[in-house]
């Protein structure tokens, strides 16, 4: 079992706690604040109810959650050590030599700056790399990387195992790359909101609007060369560059930081958002970024290829009394309707990725759909026994009822957390030839395989299975 110790436990601190957490790792966490344990249980409430329902595979079981009133001891045997303390120079000068003097030889040490260059965090003795995630830092994959090479390049297989998205910057900067990004559009609305020319809301309204939505999955060059036509990006260079010598922004001139505009920007953002308690806040942006990066996932983009990548990763038991598990997942609370449960609708998609995996057991998975040959589901009938919950664990079995021929005929279980069978589902797929969009033969390799599970399933009962809607049990 791998161990990760996080040593500050504030908002960002919090966040890696539960993405290695959730992610199997063992962690151990040092905060001095006595509050510390019920604040990172707050985030950790958040965390198991969102960071699952990004995967149609189930993550590993979590790992144990230990607190520490001592550093070293948080420290020993850890794997990764990050440091999440207050963004203080001299803190951290202070308090990364005792990291130091307690890690592994072979620990990755990484600090969450923001701001920090690795050569001014690390003094003599101590090999500290940047490692700055996004809040939150349990659903949104990016890590900025800074340091020594070789550590940067094992520090970023170790986060991919996690889930995240490495980035190693090149060369040391001043707030990396993306906070420096993130810096000129602040001060641009910084000055907006100051002259008067938009609230805070109005503002936040034309990012989510408009190109934040386009860059959550392109970003900012691809968004661009597409803005070009036909002529991609040296069309757009050509048409907006000369814009570049205008006095549109005001990047280097910076408004006067002080109370007047504090009150200003807190008061516009308390009529914004004050209704809300943060911990509200927090479950809209988590329900919000799970429902987007899951739209991404369809394509494999941005960072829904993150989690498509992270999700090859996951593995999963085999069987489950005798029969494959085909599928295993938690609910999101996108698939909860208004009387609080799944909706039937999700019954069905539930069983249809069972089916899928089973197709790619047999052999019928993507390339042979490639080929041009396939199974088509022609008929479903589900039994609703129980209901299911956001959060609710589903492993699925598939039993084969029949395989020969051109028929493929399946018995879905769906069972609720270890043991409450919540619906079956039967499938009868017929498979069918794409170019012709026509019933055929499967080929021989795929017939075999089949015909291996429906040998091993001969004479296992399944209850439920042949029934249609209106026949009662026993008919």
Same mark, same amino acid.
């Given at each position: 079992m791998s161990k990760a110790a996080i040593i500050g436990g504030g908002v960002i601190g919090g966040g890696w706690a539960a993405r290695f957490l959730l992610n199997g790792w063992d962690v151990a966490v040092f905060d001095p604040d006595p509050q510390a344990e019920r604040k990172i249980g707050e985030v950790l409430s958040n965390a198991r109810r969102a960071l699952p329902a990004l995967y149609d595979r189930a993550l590993p079981p979590e790992g144990r959650l230990t607190f520490h009133a001592d550093m070293t001891e948080a420290v020993a045997g850890a794997d990764w050590?990050?440091?999440s303390v207050p963004e203080t120079l001299a803190l951290k000068h202070r308090i990364l030599p005792t990291i130091q003097a307690a &890690?592994?030889?072979?620990?990755?040490?990484?600090?969450?700056?923001? @701001?920090?260059?690795?050569?001014e965090l690390n003094g003599p003795g101590t090999r500290a790399i940047v490692a700055h995630p996004f809040n939150p830092v349990y659903l949104l994959p990016l890590v900025e990387l800074v340091g020594d090479p070789a550590t940067c390049a094992r520090a970023a297989e170790i986060l991919r195992g996690i889930g995240m998205y490495p980035l190693i910057v090149r060369k040391e900067i001043d707030a990396h790359i993306a906070d420096r990004l993130l810096e &000129?559009?602040?001060?641009?609305?910084?000055?907006?909101?100051?002259? @008067?020319?938009?609230?805070t809301e109005e503002i936040d309204e034309s990012i989510r609007m408009g190109f934040g939505i386009r860059w959550a999955q392109m970003g900012l060059f691809e968004t661009y060369r597409i803005a070009g036509g036909e002529a991609g990006m040296a069309h757009f260079m050509a048409q907006f560059g000369p814009a570049l010598s205008?006095?549109?922004t005001r990047l280097m001139d910076v408004p006067e930081f002080n109370d007047e505009l504090v009150d200003l920007i807190a008061d516009q953002s308390d009529a914004q958002s004050g209704h809300l308690s943060i911990r509200e806040l927090e479950r809209l942006r988590d329900d919000n970024v799970v429902g987007m990066i899951r739209a991404l996932k369809r394509t494999s983009s941005g960072a829904g290829g993150v989690v498509c990548a992270h999700e090859e990763r996951l593995a999963a038991p085999s069987e489950r009394d005798g029969l494959p598990i085909t599928a295993m997942r938690q609910v999101p609370v996108s698939w909860t309707d208004y009387n609080s449960h799944m909706n039937e609708t999700h019954y069905l998609e539930a069983a249809s990725q069972a089916t899928d995996r089973f197709m790619e057991m047999i052999g019928a998975d993507a390339a042979y759909i490639a080929s041009g040959r396939s199974y088509f589901t022609v008929e479903n009938h589900i039994r609703y026994l129980d209901e299911v919950h956001a959060g609710d664990r589903l492993t699925i079995t598939t039993q084969v009822l029949a395989g020969q021929g051109k028929r493929l005929h399946l018995f879905h279980r769906l069972w609720r957390g270890d043991d409450t069978l919540a619906a079956t589902v039967e499938t009868m797929l017929l498979h069918t030839d794409l170019s012709t969009r026509r019933t055929s033969e499967p080929d021989a390799a795929v017939s075999e395989r089949l015909a291996g599970w429906v040998a091993s399933h001969a004479g296992r009962a399944?209850?439920?299975?042949?029934?249609?809607?209106g026949q009662p049990a026993g008919m």
């Amino acid at each position: 079992m791998s161990k990760a110790a996080i040593i500050g436990g504030g908002v960002i601190g919090g966040g890696w706690a539960a993405r290695f957490l959730l992610n199997g790792w063992d962690v151990a966490v040092f905060d001095p604040d006595p509050q510390a344990e019920r604040k990172i249980g707050e985030v950790l409430s958040n965390a198991r109810r969102a960071l699952p329902a990004l995967y149609d595979r189930a993550l590993p079981p979590e790992g144990r959650l230990t607190f520490h009133a001592d550093m070293t001891e948080a420290v020993a045997g850890a794997d990764w050590i990050q440091e999440s303390v207050p963004e203080t120079l001299a803190l951290k000068h202070r308090i990364l030599p005792t990291i130091q003097a307690a &890690a592994s030889p072979d620990a990755v040490i990484g600090s969450s700056t923001s @701001g920090f260059k690795p050569s001014e965090l690390n003094g003599p003795g101590t090999r500290a790399i940047v490692a700055h995630p996004f809040n939150p830092v349990y659903l949104l994959p990016l890590v900025e990387l800074v340091g020594d090479p070789a550590t940067c390049a094992r520090a970023a297989e170790i986060l991919r195992g996690i889930g995240m998205y490495p980035l190693i910057v090149r060369k040391e900067i001043d707030a990396h790359i993306a906070d420096r990004l993130l810096e &000129a559009i602040w001060r641009e609305a910084l000055w907006l909101v100051k002259d @008067g020319i938009a609230t805070t809301e109005e503002i936040d309204e034309s990012i989510r609007m408009g190109f934040g939505i386009r860059w959550a999955q392109m970003g900012l060059f691809e968004t661009y060369r597409i803005a070009g036509g036909e002529a991609g990006m040296a069309h757009f260079m050509a048409q907006f560059g000369p814009a570049l010598s205008w006095p549109w922004t005001r990047l280097m001139d910076v408004p006067e930081f002080n109370d007047e505009l504090v009150d200003l920007i807190a008061d516009q953002s308390d009529a914004q958002s004050g209704h809300l308690s943060i911990r509200e806040l927090e479950r809209l942006r988590d329900d919000n970024v799970v429902g987007m990066i899951r739209a991404l996932k369809r394509t494999s983009s941005g960072a829904g290829g993150v989690v498509c990548a992270h999700e090859e990763r996951l593995a999963a038991p085999s069987e489950r009394d005798g029969l494959p598990i085909t599928a295993m997942r938690q609910v999101p609370v996108s698939w909860t309707d208004y009387n609080s449960h799944m909706n039937e609708t999700h019954y069905l998609e539930a069983a249809s990725q069972a089916t899928d995996r089973f197709m790619e057991m047999i052999g019928a998975d993507a390339a042979y759909i490639a080929s041009g040959r396939s199974y088509f589901t022609v008929e479903n009938h589900i039994r609703y026994l129980d209901e299911v919950h956001a959060g609710d664990r589903l492993t699925i079995t598939t039993q084969v009822l029949a395989g020969q021929g051109k028929r493929l005929h399946l018995f879905h279980r769906l069972w609720r957390g270890d043991d409450t069978l919540a619906a079956t589902v039967e499938t009868m797929l017929l498979h069918t030839d794409l170019s012709t969009r026509r019933t055929s033969e499967p080929d021989a390799a795929v017939s075999e395989r089949l015909a291996g599970w429906v040998a091993s399933h001969a004479g296992r009962a399944a209850d439920g299975a042949g029934r249609f809607v209106g026949q009662p049990a026993g008919m």
